[in-house]
């Protein structure tokens, strides 16, 4: 469990500097010399790449983490389950 946890941890750091390292760096560029700066639509597109990390998160703890599993199974309410038919009960 341990290892799992974190595996899943460098995996969600390396992904919170993977999306956000764009906009951070266009930040430092703009408040260095803002001549340097990406245009406007570079600027909201990094940001945008940025949140996408917000979206993603979720979803990696809901597939790494067993508990974080069932819990998000159970609060499914229209799920089906199925129990295995008693073939005793039958005849």
């Known amino acids: 469990m341990q290892s799992s946890v974190i595996k899943t941890m460098i995996l969600v750091s390396a ?10 760096i266009d ?12 245009p406007e639509i570079g600027f909201y597109t990094s940001v945008f790449i940025g949140n996408i990390y917000t979206c993603v998160n979720p979803f990696i703890y809901a597939t790494k983490f067993e ?18 038919v008693d073939s005793i009960a039958l005849t």
Request: charged fraction near 20%; aromatic fraction near 12%.
């Open 27 to 38: 930040y430092l560029v703009y408040n260095v010399d803002p001549k340097l700066a990406m």
């Open 67 to 84: 508990p974080v599993k069932r819990v998000l199974i159970r609060m499914i309410p229209c799920k089906k389950t199925t129990q295995p």
């Open 15 to 24: 992904l919170f500097a993977i999306t956000w390292t764009p906009a951070y």
